[in-house]
T-cell receptor, first 112, second 114 residues
Framework: AQSVTQLGSHVSVSEGALVLLRCNYS??????LFWYVQYPNQGLQLLLK??????LVKGINGFEAEFKKSETSFHLTKPSAHMSDAAEYFC??????????FGAGTRLTVKP | DTGVSQDPRHKITKRGQNVTFRCDPI?????LYWYRQTLGQGPEFLTY????????KSRLLSDRFSAERPKGSFSTLEIQRTEQGDSAMYLC????????????FGPGTRLLVL
């Protein structure tokens, strides 16, 4: 069965600094990979997803992620953090697009 | 259509009571999913529907939980004889059927069992 590990439950960066949120997955078949963001008291919003093709995926709000099969990773990056990026970020994997397995989440704090 | 909606947004109940939550998906979406999210954790898959058919259920979905989607549109999730461990955010999502279609999430129903 598929699974996701997010390294670091809390990440803190300064405004304008690089954001790097780590995600490693386990899957027995070529996976679909997702990053979602959750703001307080709200549902999850899709940032980006990888299905097939280009391994560097660009998403909303300046985020991007790179699928590295050899490292079983799908890390999320943003060159310059903004205060509005402070939220909880979830990596997820799906093998069959029927159900997704989410990581435990990484809380991003952005310091002024 | 503005997205997935869930009702109620908050529910406080006493242990042993039954509760029912409703999810209205995006209108053209034929797949509907239920997840549970506890504090500090990611969402955990509970079950999903394709149209009115319930196609998969997680082992997390004990016999106290039942979900329906009678007309292939809205869905209800009922928890009978609630326990304190049922306290969580219950999230609903919907998607179209084909390929790796994005799941769009509702705002969730936060349940507190006293």
């Amino acid at each position: 069965a598929q699974s996701v590990t997010q390294l670091g439950s809390h990440v803190s960066v300064s405004e304008g600094a690089l954001v790097l949120l780590r995600c490693n997955y386990s899957s027995s078949v070529p996976p679909y990979l997702f990053w979602y963001v959750q703001y307080p008291n709200q549902g999850l919003q899709l940032l980006l997803k990888y299905t097939t093709g280009a391994t560097l995926v660009k998403g909303i709000n300046g985020f991007e992620a790179e699928f590295k099969k050899s490292e079983t990773s799908f890390h999320l990056t943003k060159p310059s953090a903004h205060m509005s990026d402070a939220a909880e970020y979830f990596c997820a994997v799906s093998e069959n697009n029927n159900d997704m397995r989410f990581g435990a989440g990484t809380r991003l704090t952005v310091k002024p | 259509d503005t997205g997935v909606s869930q009702d109620p947004r908050h529910k406080i109940t006493k242990r042993g009571q039954n509760v029912t939550f409703r999810c209205d998906p995006i209108s053209e979406h034929n797949r509907l999913y239920w997840y549970r999210q506890t504090l500090g954790q990611g969402p955990e898959f509970l079950t999903y529907f394709q149209n009115e058919a319930q196609l998969e259920k997680s082992r997390l979905l004990s016999d106290r939980f039942s979900a329906e989607r009678p007309k292939g549109s809205f869905s209800t999730l009922e928890i009978q004889r609630t326990e304190q461990g049922d306290s969580a955010m219950y999230l609903c999502a919907s998607s179209q059927q084909m390929g790796a279609e994005t799941q769009y999430f509702g705002p969730g129903t936060r349940l507190l069992v006293l």
